[in-house]
């Protein structure tokens, strides 16, 4: 009868060790007890980047990498996109259930109702430079969040804890418009609360003299299907972030500054950012052999493409490769889709890309559609940031519920200098 174990032999002892198997994993503390000398510290695992450990359970979103699944509390994420609307995947990501009729009309008013931010952080950001980047302003402008809500410190509090999840929805939007309107020299739009949650944040970003903006339908239900494609996507360098400062018991919105930090990163969230930029340098399809060529040799990556999960085409890539085609019914084809398409017909069949597994990633066509919208490159990590937020606020809340997390600190392979005594100045060489 097999068993659920791992037996281990140490070679250099030729003592064995029997290690219990869960979740077809081994607890990384078991090999502590692997040790030459019983003074010994015992074995570590290595692993830089983690690229084969997990850091904890979750019920959250399952993605299978070889078959191109992703799907958010059970849910596949082609259903949430085509039946559903992204505060009703937001209700679902945070609580685990999609609302009933009730649930959601409480969750719509309440994000509705919080859409304002305080007059001193509308002030607070017209001090940034007119040029500033928007995700560089939205990353402080949510780390200075926590300045003005002190009772978000009461983590284990969980009406005050929904209350900071509430904001940071709801304001989210209205610090990524804000933004905006701030490096383009317009004065800030508040917020409509008769509109949709995207319907709202177009309303913030393009209102000019009109009194009462109209949101275009398709436009609105584009975002609305991004937003829910990026509003989680398990243990992502951003989340886990998230749980890593979160997991020092402070506030959600110093966390969540450190998680929108790493989003902004291009190769994460910011890649949509840079990809846009690599397809307006090659600027015509008689220039993609040459930068082909360029990745091959090693000189730059093909940004938009590849994946540390997904080893074939990354399910979003494909939701918002449809997308697009509503959206340039509205704005005109973007030219620069044939540059992407090409890219993607050349790494569909250039060995360099195939044997590496590089398909195109969420942020491949996103920022097609984006610029389409008008939005400039630099708003698009703060795009992806918007969404994000649920995700990072859902695996946040369970980190802090799970018994079996503590604060986050790893170990390491010391291989530095042993003991040495300090040299005086002009002893030095
Ligand atoms: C996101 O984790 C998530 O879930 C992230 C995300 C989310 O929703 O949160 O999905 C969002 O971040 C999507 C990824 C966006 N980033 C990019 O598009 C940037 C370009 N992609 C690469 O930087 C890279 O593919 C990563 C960072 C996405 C994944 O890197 P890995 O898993 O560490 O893979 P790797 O660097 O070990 O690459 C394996 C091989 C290497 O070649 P060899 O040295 O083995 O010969 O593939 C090569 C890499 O050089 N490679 C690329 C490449 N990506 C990997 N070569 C050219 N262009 C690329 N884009």
Request: proline residues 5%; aromatic residues 10%.
């Amino acid at each position: 009868m097999s068993k659920n174990t791992l037996t281990i032999t140490d070679n250099r002892t030729d003592k064995t060790y029997e290690l219990p198997i869960t979740n077809d994993t081994i607890n990384a503390m078991e090999l502590r007890q692997i040790k030459v000398n019983p003074e010994d510290f015992g074995m570590l695992s290595y692993d830089p980047a983690f690229k084969n450990t997990a850091s904890t359970k979750s019920t959250i979103t399952y993605i299978d990498g070889g078959k191109g699944i992703l799907r958010y509390r059970g849910y596949p994420i082609e259903q949430l996109a085509e039946k559903g609307n992204f505060l009703e995947v937001a209700y679902l990501l945070i609580f685990g259930e999609l609302p009933n009729e009730q649930q959601y009309a409480e969750w719509k008013h309440e994000i509705t109702h919080h859409t304002f931010v305080h007059e001193n952080i509308k002030n607070l950001m017209e001090a940034f430079r007119y040029d500033s980047h928007p995700m560089g302003m939205f990353i402080a402008t949510v780390a200075a969040m926590s300045t003005f809500y002190p009772e978000a410190r009461d983590i284990f509090d969980e009406e005050a804890r929904l209350k900071q999840i509430h904001r940071l929805i709801a304001k989210v939007p209205t610090i990524a418009a804000f933004s905006y309107r701030h490096t383009r020299g317009l004065p800030y739009v508040y917020p409509d609360n008769d509109l949709s949650y995207t319907g709202n944040f177009l309303s913030m970003l393009d209102r000019m003299t009109q009194l009462k903006y109209e949101p275009n339908p398709v436009l609105e239900r584009a975002l609305d299907v991004l937003f829910i494609l990026h509003a989680d996507h398990e243990q992502n360098c951003g989340t886990s972030a998230m749980r890593v400062i979160g997991s020092s018991h402070t506030d959600p919105y110093t966390a969540m500054a450190g998680a929108a930090a790493a989003l902004y990163g291009p190769l994460h969230g910011g890649a949509n950012e840079a990809v846009l930029r690599m397809l307006l340098e090659i600027g015509d399809l008689k220039n993609v052999p040459a930068f082909v060529k360029g990745v091959k040799n090693r000189e730059r990556l093909l940004m938009g493409f590849g994946h540390r999960v997904y080893k074939n085409y990354d399910p979003r890539a494909t939701l918002v490769k449809n997308i697009a085609d509503q959206v340039f019914e509205v704005t005109g084809k973007n030219p620069l889709l044939d540059i992407a398409l090409e890219l993607e017909r050349i790494a569909r069949e250039d060995e360099f890309f195939v044997e590496r597994n590089l398909y195109p990633n969420v942020d491949f066509y996103s920022g097609i559609i984006y610029q389409a919208m008008r939005f400039p490159v630099s708003m698009f990590p703060v795009l992806f940031a918007i969404p994000r937020t649920v995700g990072w606020l859902a695996q946040w809340i369970e980190m802090l519920e799970d018994k079996e997390q503590k604060i986050a600190r790893p170990r390491q392979v010391y291989l530095g200098s042993d003991s040495r005594d300090f040299v005086a100045m002009n002893d030095r060489k």
